[in-house]
């Protein structure tokens, strides 16, 4: 029984290391992979920056925070956080990129309207839109004409640019263009439908907007004044505000109460937010 018990003793850890190295592998590969396809991602939307420079970039500001700081328990966490930094970043981007699509979408219809007008097919005023049109537009309509010109159908080019740009307007003028050269019809007269809907959705959008800012700017100030008041407190009196920075539960502390505030600015902007 004794031999039993020594032997356990001296194989269980044993066990254990090699199952955690097991699993770290299974997770390095599994991470690899993911950097692979949020790269590939990027790559799409135009931006050439690898995911390992921005592991990189996140983890040595995390670790110059901790230094700044002197809490090098802030840094680590900061630094281990890093690993999302590839994600976090990708999301970022798609959403500028998007609004920004969103915001020139207008131009761009009524230039295909009128490129249509005057005799030319879809793609030729696809075309146009990728050489006279500025970035992302005319990156993005340039992906579908070379897609186009590789063989795919216009169509799914089109679906296709969907998936790469987040605007639910977007996909209403591509369905409706779809629909239209499945179905047959005016398309001339889709483009001008098309065109006076979005313009009016677009008023309603500005106002909705301009009556919920109010509470908009409400959630930035009450997000950043707490965290403004401490940081003019500890430049000011920093012999009072040491001792509960360098407080053994101070790290935690601090996460806590971001994470606390993130759930209530994801709250407060949700009941802000009306979706037209």
């Not at 290391?17 to 299974?26: I, Y």
């Not at 490129?115 to 992302?136: C, F, W, Y």
Request: net charge positive; with cysteine; proline share 4%.
């Amino acid at each position: 029984m004794e031999l039993l018990i020594i032997v356990v003793v001296f194989i269980a850890p044993l066990f254990a290391v090699g199952l955690a190295f097991d699993l770290l592998a299974s997770y390095r590969e599994t991470y690899r992979m993911s950097l692979s396809t949020t790269a590939r991602e990027l790559n799409k939307i135009f931006v050439t920056v690898k995911p390992s420079k921005i592991v990189t970039i996140a983890v040595v500001l995390g670790g110059l925070l901790g230094y700044i700081s002197g809490n090098w328990i802030i840094g680590a966490l900061l630094g281990v956080s890093g690993i999302f930094a590839p994600k976090v970043a990708l999301t970022v981007w798609k959403s500028i990129r998007s609004k920004k699509f969103d915001e020139q979408l207008m131009d761009a219809l009524i230039l295909l309207g009128n490129a249509l007008k005057s005799g030319l097919d879809i793609v030729a005023g696809i075309e146009l839109v990728s050489t006279n049109m500025t970035p992302p537009i005319s990156e993005e309509f340039g992906l579908v004409l070379n897609a186009y010109r590789l063989g795919a159908p216009v169509e799914t080019a089109l679906i296709d640019l969907t998936g790469r740009i987040r605007s639910r307007t977007l996909e209403t003028v591509v369905y409706a263009i779809n629909i239209q050269r499945e179905a047959g019809g005016n398309l001339v007269k889709t483009f001008d439908q098309l065109i006076a809907t979005i313009r009016e959705e677009n008023k309603l959008q500005k106002k909705v907007k301009a009556l919920t800012s109010q509470g908009r700017t409400q959630i930035y100030f009450l997000a950043g004044f707490p965290w403004l008041i401490g940081f003019a407190f500890y430049t000011m009196a920093p012999d009072m505000m040491s001792p509960a920075m360098v407080h053994p539960y101070a790290p935690f502390v601090i996460c806590f109460l971001l994470l606390w505030e993130i759930v209530g600015i994801l709250i407060t902007k949700k009941i802000v937010t009306v979706d037209v």
